[in-house]
């Protein structure tokens, strides 16, 4: 299954966002805006990074589009849902990420792209109180709605293939409970059944996609496809799936910071991660059932990096009940930074004969301006996986993501290793391009 080359895509791509707010619309007026040369679509991959292919004298970089054959920033089609029925233009106002004279000129192509009502449960974001809202009778309706959905808009806009991306707000948290996650019967007969806390809106998003063969990318750090009902129904549809959370800000400088301390084999007490943020979503996860799911997403990260069992010297002797170093990740909405976040880090790390030193980060980053590029890779990098007949949970995309998906009903452990996930990216580019993968991931 993995090594196929992919097909040459025809047509063109339909990207058909959930939530179009502050991180969709940067996204979509970025992507408008590169297209008519008014923009450069900076921290994107596919777009600007080269692989190595080929070996000794035959040896030589290319861009992935030279390599694989990516769909065109031109070939794009938008389409969103979202609980407000703002457009992308007001949206992209309201967020206050770009400035007018980057929104302007595609004012036209973002007023057309309005929202489709949400598949919404307000007992799952209890700080939205929009009305661009389905009437759904129960869960497997939502589903069905959502599935005409997506028709209607291949349909309209005569595209050949959907991507479904979910950039809308963090869901509270769904734990996985095996008698309605564990297998694709449980989750229909749930959804039949109207099991309201056990299915959350953003399952139906994915359930409809999957079906309606459109490969689907969860942003937020909600559970969604993160179950085996959905691998199965990935596999029984032959769908790419990816998730969870985008790697943006704190998390990607951790996953790119923690391998100096882990390579260098230094100790490690503590590590405290703190930021305030102003936007839509921090509000949102304000509400401590929404910042329980971003939580779990956020510690994952260093502890597969940073391995207590495997250096017990080094990281088994924090003070969180001495087994591990201590971990704690706040975040703080703090309305006049708006999508201006700012991360604090505190490490404490230590030394020859156990002696203390301390790390500061201060990153002041911009939240959407980050996670716009990762949107756009996603989305082309999905279809093209599609079309290269990859289906199920596509691990090279962790690169990309938080707290990647895996298997853990098999104990599988997940990559988090900044330099490990792009090895993995790299191959499968390669494999997709007909190359042979080079590089082995210890
Ligand atoms: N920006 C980042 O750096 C970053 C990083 C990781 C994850 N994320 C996640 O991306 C998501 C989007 O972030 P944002 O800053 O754009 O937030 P935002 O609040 O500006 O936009 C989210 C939109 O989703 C809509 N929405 C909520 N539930 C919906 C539903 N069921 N159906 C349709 N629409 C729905 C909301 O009305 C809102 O307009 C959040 O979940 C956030 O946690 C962002």
């Given at each position: 299954m993995a090594t196929q080359k992919a097909e040459a895509p025809k047509g063109k791509l339909g990207v058909l966002v959930v939530g179009l707010g502050a991180v969709t619309s940067t996204f979509?007026?970025?992507?408008?805006?590169?297209?008519?040369?008014?923009?450069?679509?900076?921290?994107?991959?596919?777009?600007?990074?080269?692989?190595?292919?080929?070996?000794?004298?035959?040896?030589?970089?290319?861009?992935?589009?030279?390599?694989?054959?990516?769909?065109?920033?031109?070939?794009?089609?938008?389409?969103?849902?979202?609980?407000?029925?703002?457009?992308?233009?007001?949206?992209?106002?309201?967020a206050e990420v770009l400035k007018a004279k980057d929104i302007l000129p595609v004012q036209k192509e973002l007023e057309a792209i309005k929202p489709m009502k949400a598949a919404f449960d307000h007992n799952y974001a209890k700080r939205l109180d929009g009305d661009n809202v389905k009437d759904c009778k129960d869960r497997w309706d939502m589903t069905e709605q959502i599935r005409e959905d997506i028709r209607n808009f291949k349909k309209e806009t005569g595209v050949d293939r959907v991507v479904v991306l979910w950039a809308a707000s963090t869901e509270v948290y769904v734990p996985v409970d095996e008698e309605v996650h564990g297998s694709l019967a449980a989750l229909e007969a749930a959804m039949k059944a109207d099991d309201?806390?056990?299915?959350?809106?953003?399952?139906?998003y994915a359930y409809a996609a999957l079906s309606e063969g459109c490969p689907f990318i969860m942003g937020a750090p909600n559970t969604t496809v993160d179950i085996p009902a959905m691998w199965e129904l990935a596999e029984k549809t032959h769908m790419p799936i990816a998730g969870k959370d985008f790697k943006t800000g704190q998390t990607l400088v951790k996953s790119g910071f923690a391998p100096i301390i882990g390579t260098r084999c230094l100790g490690l007490s503590g590590w405290f991660s703190t930021n305030i943020l102003g936007n839509r979503d921090g509000l949102v996860l304000d509400e401590p059932a929404n910042f329980r799911t971003k939580e779990v997403s956020k510690l994952s990260t260093l502890e597969s990096i940073?391995?207590?069992?495997?250096?017990?010297?080094?990281?088994?002797?924090?003070?969180?009940?001495?087994?591990?170093?201590?971990?704690?990740?706040?975040?703080?909405?703090?309305?006049?930074?708006?999508?201006?976040?700012?991360?604090?880090?505190?490490?404490?790390?230590?030394?020859?004969?156990?002696?203390?030193?301390?790390?500061?980060?201060?990153?002041?980053?911009?939240?959407?301006?980050?996670?716009?590029?990762?949107?756009?890779?996603?989305?082309?990098?999905?279809?093209?996986?599609?079309?290269?007949?990859?289906?199920?949970?596509?691990?090279?995309?962790?690169?990309?993501?938080?707290?990647?998906?895996?298997?853990?009903?098999?104990?599988?452990?997940?990559?988090?290793?900044?330099?490990?996930?792009?090895?993995?990216?790299?191959?499968?580019?390669?494999?997709?391009?007909?190359?042979?993968?080079?590089?082995?991931?210890?």
């Open positions: 979509m007026t970025g992507v408008l805006m590169a297209r008519k040369g008014l923009a450069k679509p900076v921290g994107s991959m596919t777009q600007y990074d080269k692989i190595r292919v080929g070996e000794g004298e035959d040896k030589k970089y290319l861009h992935y589009k030279d390599i694989v054959p990516l769909a065109d920033l031109n070939d794009i089609v938008f389409g969103a849902w979202d609980v407000y029925p703002a457009n992308a233009f007001e949206s992209a106002v309201n309201k806390e056990r299915i959350a809106p953003s399952m139906c940073l391995v207590p069992e495997e250096q017990p010297d080094l990281y088994g002797h924090g003070n969180d009940e001495d087994t591990q170093y201590y971990h704690k990740v706040r975040i703080n909405y703090y309305p006049p930074r708006n999508d201006n976040k700012e991360g604090w880090d505190n490490i404490d790390i230590f030394g020859w004969m156990g002696y203390p030193m301390q790390i500061k980060i201060n990153f002041l980053c911009r939240d959407s301006i980050l996670a716009a590029p990762l949107c756009l890779d996603l989305v082309l990098l999905s279809d093209l996986a599609m079309r290269a007949g990859r289906y199920g949970t596509q691990r090279f995309l962790s690169f990309f993501l938080k707290s990647p998906m895996h298997d853990y009903t098999k104990d599988e452990v997940p990559v988090n290793h900044l330099f490990q996930q792009y090895v993995m990216l790299k191959n499968a580019i390669r494999e997709m391009g007909g190359y042979p993968a080079d590089e082995t991931i210890d």
